[in-house]
């Protein structure tokens, strides 16, 4: 992912927006979150919960919860709004890192 994002000349200003910030994405067909880590990379990692372990929305600057064919329509920040009212989108902290 990161090696996409070098060839992206404005990839880099993007990721100073975030820096510090997480984004925990689940998508409702995956077994498991995805937890997204911004610094001057993007660091991805599978968030696993053993049955004793309760997930911690709270370790997450945002969360969002989605399905798979809505995942393209995130492209355009500006349907993030609509994508919830649609209730297609689930969403909840930070929206700031979600439109970033």
């Known amino acids: 992912m990161n090696q996409l994002l070098n060839l992206d000349e404005g990839s880099q200003q ?5 820096a510090g910030k997480s984004l925990q994405v ?12 911004f610094s ?3 660091d991805v990692r599978v968030v696993m919960a ?8 709270e370790a997450a ?3 969002i919860e989605l399905k ?3 995942l393209p ?3 355009d920040s500006s349907q993030l709004t609509q994508l919830i009212q649609q209730k297609k989108l689930n969403l909840m ?8």
């Open 68 to 70: 798979l064919e809505t």
């Open 93 to 100: 902290g930070d929206i700031y890192v979600a439109q970033t």
């Open 50 to 57: 053993s049955d004793d372990d309760a997930m911690e929305p």
């Open 26 to 37: 689940t998508i409702i067909e995956l077994p498991w979150p995805l937890l997204f880590s």
């Open 40 to 42: 001057e990379q993007v």
């Open 73 to 75: 329509k995130l492209k």
């Open 14 to 18: 993007r990721l100073k927006k975030l």
């Open 61 to 63: 600057d945002c969360l």
